[in-house]
């Protein structure tokens, strides 16, 4: 009889345990739903990709290089060297900014630089001041996104 009931207080303390531990993970997915997923709702797929993968930050920055760029234009990002940044993800960058073409500093950065069209991300200390020329210039770092245009 002892057995029978020490078996059934046991089956009994687990059962409350595990019902007490799926109530706190339901409250924490709510939250979690509430917070990301009904929030980001009005986003479009690439901020909303950005936010889910390296948090909002990087998606205000996304947003803003979006909003900012021309759909047709060539943009250099830095190379992976410059940073450990997402930003500096060739594969990544082109998925966020799409339709843009998306290149990365090789080789011959300085002409990659230089070359007329291409708008130049700011990281860091890249661009390197030397390899700017007068056909650049610097648009307004005050957003999250900071880059050199083409033109005067």
């Given at each position: ?50 936010d889910a993968s390296y948090g909002g930050g990087f998606a205000a920055y996304i947003a803003s290089l979006r909003a900012a760029l021309p759909e ?21 960058m082109q998925y966020l900014l799409f339709p843009r073409t998306i290149v990365t500093c090789g080789p011959d950065c300085s002409a990659a630089i ?39």
């Amino acid at each position: 009889m002892i057995r029978k009931l020490t078996a059934f207080l046991a089956v009994l303390a687990l059962a409350a345990g595990l019902i007490t531990q799926s109530l706190a993970a339901a409250r924490t997915l709510n939250d979690r739903y509430s917070a990301k997923v009904l929030g980001n709702r009005n986003l479009d797929a690439f901020t909303r990709s950005a936010d889910a993968s390296y948090g909002g930050g990087f998606a205000a920055y996304i947003a803003s290089l979006r909003a900012a760029l021309p759909e047709r234009a060539t943009v250099l990002i830095p190379p992976a060297a410059a940073s450990s940044g997402p930003q500096n993800d060739l594969n990544l960058m082109q998925y966020l900014l799409f339709p843009r073409t998306i290149v990365t500093c090789g080789p011959d950065c300085s002409a990659a630089i230089a070359a007329p069209g291409t708008y130049v991300l700011v990281q860091g200390d890249f661009p390197p001041a030397a390899a700017l020329s007068g056909a650049k210039h610097l648009v307004d770092c005050a957003g999250a996104a900071c880059f050199y245009a083409p033109g005067p």
